[in-house]
């Protein structure tokens, strides 16, 4: 799946090429970008591939399409698949409550009652959990120090998921949509019922039959891993090892070098580093039908509302299947995408979706928060695609 890194030739004889490059261009001239890995898949065949800007500004080291990057919540549809191979073996029920597997992990509800979350609310963000930097600063997860999966190195999932279960959950399980730490509490789950660690599970069950080796919990060559940037005026400031983002109401906390620390618990969430290429591929799996890792019925259900509307309160026109979010009604979504398409992104910088009536997988690296993930460019990227086809 290579093709020239710059300006390649396209199916679409090139008006694509040239709409795609006019927006990754304008990114890295108005630097709100440093760099970044495009790649563009069509009827199953790679239609543009550009690796752009610079992976190390500091170090001059050009971007290149084979870059690693720490993927944060990209991380999140692969577990999601690793899920749903589990659910297809019979080994994980989707109905089954999650202290099958996890006795202590009983979060209260906020009125102090008992609450049963089940495998289906963790991964449709339904559970009633919540993240850390979605709170004030004096929340309850705050008191009680839990890590996002993006911080803390060194901190163990046992110590984490403890922390989380001795926090409230902000609603029932079921009745209502909040982005969560519900990914990182599915990895305790796979982790009890493999018996091996998450990382290994991923690989067994998602890397291994696809034939891909980049992208795991830890960084495979250090070589090719992209810096970590921030938005920044005049220009993205590189992240040190405590960096802190404030985004809605509070603030997520980074710490970059978290990935080379083995110690660091596998955040089913945000924990991953890898590639463009091997995205795209787990995507494309999907987008065909999902062998040779699941059945067609298997990711028709992944790919449809799950959540039971309560996400549309976030995101008119959207809901949330099994790992990412659904487009239901582009004209109310005010997106280009058609309706049927899943997408989701990275805080480290990265966007994606796949779009099964056009045929249509786009995976956008970025070495750039919080640009990469929905400023400008993922927007001029989008319509720059669809103005195409």
């Not at 760099?35 to 898949?41: E, K, N, T």
């Not at 690989?203 to 795991?216: F, I, N, R, W, Y």
């Not at 596998?266 to 799996?285: F, K, N, P, R, Y």
């Not at 026109?317 to 582009?330: E, I």
Request: net charge negative; aromatic share 6%.
């Amino acid at each position: 799946m290579s093709l020239p890194l710059e300006n390649s030739a396209l199916a679409s004889g090139g008006s694509l090429a040239e709409g795609v490059d006019i927006a990754v261009d304008s990114a890295l001239s108005d630097k709100r970008l440093v760099g970044a890995v495009v790649l563009i898949a069509r009827d199953g065949e790679l239609v543009y591939a550009r690796a752009a800007g610079l992976a190390d500004r500091e170090n001059k080291v050009a971007m290149r399409e084979d870059a690693i990057f720490r993927l944060a919540s990209v991380t999140k549809p692969i577990v999601a698949i690793t899920t749903m191979r589990l659910v297809e073996q019979g080994r994980i029920g989707l109905d089954d409550p999650i202290t099958k597997w996890l006795p202590d992990f009983r979060p209260r509800l906020p009125d102090g009652g008992e609450a049963v979350i089940r495998i289906q609310h963790l991964l449709t963000h339904t559970s009633g959990l919540i993240y850390t930097f979605a709170e004030q600063q004096d929340g309850p997860y705050h008191r009680a120090g839990v890590s996002d999966g993006l911080d803390i190195p060194g901190r163990s999932l046992d110590d984490n998921l403890k922390r989380i279960a001795g926090a409230p959950l902000a609603f029932a399980p079921g009745d209502g949509w909040h982005y969560s730490l519900a990914m990182d509490v599915l990895g305790g789950v796979i982790e009890k019922e493999t018996g091996v660690s998450l990382g290994d599970a991923v690989t067994e069950l998602v890397m291994k039959p696809l034939g891909l080796s980049d992208t795991a919990f830890s960084v495979r060559d250090r070589n090719r891993l992209a810096a970590a940037y921030v938005d920044g005026n005049p220009e993205p400031q590189r992240m040190g090892d405590e960096t802190l983002v404030p985004i809605f109401d509070g603030t997520i906390r980074f710490a970059p070098d978290r990935i080379f620390d083995p110690t660091s618990y596998h955040s089913g969430g945000a924990g991953m580093a890898g590639t463009a290429s091997d995205i795209l591929a787990i995507l494309e799996t999907i987008r065909k039908g999902g062998a040779p890792l699941l059945s067609a019925d298997t990711v028709k259900t992944m790919m449809t509302d799950q959540a039971g509307g309560h996400m549309q309160a976030q995101q008119a026109g959207c809901g949330f299947g099994y790992g990412w979010s659904v487009v239901l009604d582009p004209v109310v979504a005010q997106v280009p995408f058609s309706a049927g398409t899943i997408k989701w992104g990275g805080v480290y910088g990265h966007s994606w979706f796949v779009d099964p009536k056009e045929r249509l997988t786009v995976v956008a690296l970025t070495n750039t928060t919080l640009e990469g993930m929905w400023g400008q460019f993922t927007m001029d990227l989008a319509k720059a695609v669809y103005a195409a086809i």
